[in-house]
T-cell receptor, first 114, second 113 residues
Framework: NAGVTQTPKFRVLKTGQSMTLLCAQD?????MYWYRQDPGMGLRLIHYSVGEGTTAKGEVPDGYNVSRLKKQNFLLGLESAAPSQTSVYFC?????????????FGPGTRLTVT | DAKTTQPNSMESNEEEPVHLPCNHSTISGTDYIHWYRQLPSQGPEYVIHGLTSNVNNRMASLAIAEDRKSSTLILHRATLRDAAVYYC??????????????FGTGTLLAVQP
């Protein structure tokens, strides 16, 4: 199993450009999450999904949109990138709710907005 | 979500035990204590979790105070590979239906050879 994969690994955008980050998991997990991590800080939840076709806002959702059209994929979109969105983005998945179910994280996407 | 307090950084020597403390004085009865760690340039990975009783797994042990207001992650023999940021996170695994994790800044563990 590949686990959680993220595409691309690195990206540089100009202010105002748009892009989509792709997260894929092959563990048949119901729940998926997008986090961002700024230098020296912990991860902050952007959006999450508890199943195909459903999404919800996390702590810092502004400027981002998400879609979960297929169970194995969770897309994070930036419609008009801003320098404040320069960060490392991590995707995670979890089997379902419950204390026994850990989150599995991808390797991250490093995004720079100039 | 209840908050946790961890030291910003700690140092250890290789092959010695490491005790990473976490204070959570406002923990509620339904909060589980979860530990994740983040190796350099990687995503976080699960380490261990518990509710009231001490827990052991292949990676670490978790000692939980009787009043649950603090806990300690124990690495029995630190290796260079254990150098990472360790996050102590409280999660309501009864009322919360989403398994969301709220990360603090964690403890940066340095391991000296």
């Amino acid at each position: 199993n590949a686990g959680v994969t993220q595409t691309p690994k690195f990206r540089v955008l100009k202010t105002g450009q748009s892009m989509t980050l792709l997260c894929a998991q092959d563990m048949n997990h119901e729940y998926m999450y997008w986090y961002r991590q700024d230098p020296g800080m912990g991860l902050r939840l952007i959006h999450y999904s508890v199943g195909e076709g459903t999404t919800a806002k996390g702590e810092v959702p502004d400027g981002y949109n998400v879609s979960r059209l297929k169970k194995q994929n969770f897309l994070l979109g930036l419609e008009s990138a801003a320098p404040s969105q320069t960060s490392v983005y991590f995707c995670a998945s979890s089997r379902t709710r419950g204390h026994s179910y850990e989150q599995y994280f991808g390797p991250g996407t490093r995004l720079t907005v100039t | 979500d209840a908050k946790t307090t961890q030291p910003n950084s700690m140092e250890s020597n290789e092959e010695e035990p490491v005790h990473l403390p976490c204070n959570h004085s406002t923990i509620s009865g339904t909060d589980y204590i979860h530990w994740y760690r983040q190796l350099p340039s990687q995503g976080p990975e699960y380490v261990i979790h518990g509710l009231t009783s001490n827990v052991n797994n292949r990676m670490a042990s978790l000692a939980i105070a009787e009043d649950r207001k603090s806990s300690t992650l124990i690495l029995h023999r630190a290796t260079l590979r254990d150098a990472a940021v360790y996050y102590c996170i409280l999660r309501d695994d009864y009322g919360g239906a989403t398994n969301k994790l709220i990360f603090g800044t964690g403890t940066l563990l340095a391991v000296q050879p």
